[in-house]
């Protein structure tokens, strides 16, 4: 499943420890904006984490997860030398 994650974090602390974890689940494609491939499991892992670690207030933050269909990552583009949106980018461990 692909996924926009965007975030808007008053809190300086709590928004870095967000994009911390964010790094770890997908490419940041913006200053508060990633894409991300999840399953059902690993959704709900990092759903879990960012209330666990309390990483937002309810009354002032906003973390908004999009869902993208597979057939419209195919209308997706950027006007950028950057890799498209969701390309599949070679990683070495």
Request: proline content about 2%; hydrophobic content about 30%.
């Amino acid at each position: 499943m692909h996924y926009i994650i965007a975030y808007d974090i008053t809190d300086n602390k709590k928004r870095n420890k967000l994009s911390t974890l964010l790094d770890k689940y997908g490419i940041r494609v913006n200053y508060s904006v990633y894409e991300c491939q999840f399953n059902k499991t690993k959704l709900k892992n990092l759903i879990s984490k960012i209330k666990e670690l309390n990483l937002y207030d309810k009354k002032t933050d906003s973390i908004r997860f999009y869902h993208i269909h597979k057939n419209s990552i195919n209308n997706s583009f950027e006007l950028s030398t950057k890799p498209q949106p969701f390309e599949a980018l070679d990683m070495f461990i």
